[in-house]
Structures are given as C-alpha cells and as structure tokens.
Antibody, heavy 119, light 112 residues
Framework: VQVLESGGGLARPGGSLRLSCTASRLTFNKFAVIWMRQAPGKGLEWVSAIGDSGRTTYYADSVKGRYTISRDNSRNTVYLQMGSLRAEDTAIYYC?????????????WGQGTLVTVSS | EIVMTQSPLSLSVTPGEPASISCRSSQSLRHLNGRNYVDWYLQKPGQSPQLLIYLASSRASGVPDRFSGSGSGTYFTLKITRVEAEDVGVYYCMQGEETRRTFGQGTKVEIK
C-alpha cells in the first residue's frame, strides 16, 4: 500500500490551498481516510475524516467551516480543501488510510506535505 | 474527546537494556467486539510516524520482535526488550475507538 500527499506550499493568511492524497495497491473504496497534522515541534493532531463512500465527513473544531474533505473513488484520491488559512494551520499534513481493524495491517500513513501560512 | 496520557515523557536508555512506555485513556478503548483500538507509533526525526503496533498487541509488518504491545480497557504498554540505537525518536500512542482520533503527548527516547 502506498499513500502519497501533494498540494502543500506557502499560502497567505486568509488564503486557500487544496491538498490531495492518492493511495495505491488497495481497494480504496473500502476504507475511510483521515487527515492528521503536526505543527512544527508539536505533537500529532486529527484534522478530518471521510467515510469509504464519501457520504460521511468529520472535522476538528479548529477547522470546521474552513476545511472541506472530499473523495473521488474513481481516482483513488481524497482532497482537503483548506480556506481562511491562519498561521496556526502551519503544519505537515499527513493522509492516513483508516485501517484500525488491521485488514491491511493497520493504519497506513503518507510521508506528509508541508503547509506554511505566512505573509 | 478521549484523552490519552503517556508516561514517561522522556526516556534515556542504555543500548541492550529494556524500555517501557505506558498510555492511559480517559475511557475504555475495548470495543464491543472485544478489540482494543490502540496503535503505537515511532516518529524518527524528519520522518512520518511509523506504525509499530495496532489493535494494542499486533505487531505491524516489518517491525522487529523486540517491540511488543499489551493492555486492555484504559491501560496500555509498549515494551522494547533490548533497545538499539535505531530506536531513538518520539513514541506515540493513538486511540482508534472514536472517529476523532487522539494521541498521547509523545515519549522522547534517547540513547545514553
């Protein structure tokens, strides 16, 4: 199983970015997908999740109303549209295939993509 | 929100010696199906978290057998039988019982 994030970069406060997460070597539409993040020098934080069909979505209070998660199962891809960005959104964002039950050997993490929000 | 509390927060270990990290949750992580949805990760500097243990005690693929996990309900432990130099980094526990995943604060392991 491979998980690859893209779309990170520099954004201005109040700006937007769209992250993408593509997974391969798994039946993608059987798994929920999670976005986690890690601010510089800090611990890990859950950000958002989407169910296997895309019908259910969840958000941390810190991003609710500003971020939107979606997926395209035909492309094995999940998106995280980030808007109204703040300095505190600066972090490495990780995409995680949700396999808490171990069907494919446990949660699968990507290498992360860095988002920097600065003027 | 389920709060995960790790201890200790830092550990200095002599190579070849054992090490142990504990993680306590604010509510039971034992699901109705009997499974405990707890992962353990090692994050080495500059890398993404590496899965060590899932379902509290199942070792992930490629993880050396010196790593083991145990526990049920609200108390979990990660043990390393003989620490090696490559084991340095920050260890995290994570609960998977709730959709809103939460992590312990992290335990920084260094070699003496």
């Amino acid at each position: 199983v491979q998980v690859l994030e893209s779309g990170g970069g520099l954004a201005r406060p109040g700006g937007s970015l769209r992250l993408s997460c593509t997974a391969s070597r798994l039946t993608f539409n059987k798994f929920a997908v999670i976005w986690m993040r890690q601010a510089p020098g800090k611990g890990l934080e859950w950000v958002s999740a989407i169910g296997d069909s895309g019908r259910t979505t969840y958000y941390a209070d810190s991003v609710k109303g500003r971020y939107t998660i979606s997926r395209d199962n035909s492309r094995n891809t999940v998106y995280l549209q980030m808007g109204s960005l703040r300095a505190e959104d600066t972090a490495i964002y990780y995409c995680v295939i949700d396999d808490r039950g171990g069907t494919i050997g446990g949660h699968r993490w990507g290498q992360g993509t860095l988002v920097t929000v600065s003027s | 929100e389920i709060v995960m509390t790790q201890s200790p927060l830092s550990l200095s270990v002599t190579p070849g010696e054992p090490a142990s990290i504990s993680c306590r949750s604010s509510q039971s992580l034992r699901h109705l199906n009997g499974r405990n949805y707890v992962d353990w990760y090692l994050q080495k500097p500059g890398q993404s978290p590496q899965l060590l243990i899932y379902l509290a005690s199942s070792r992930a693929s490629g993880v050396p057998d010196r790593f083991s996990g145990s526990g049920s309900g609200t108390y979990f432990t990660l043990k390393i039988t003989r620490v090696e130099a490559e084991d340095v980094g920050v260890y995290y526990c994570m609960q998977g019982e709730e959709t809103r995943r939460t992590f312990g604060q992290g335990t920084k392991v260094e070699i003496k």
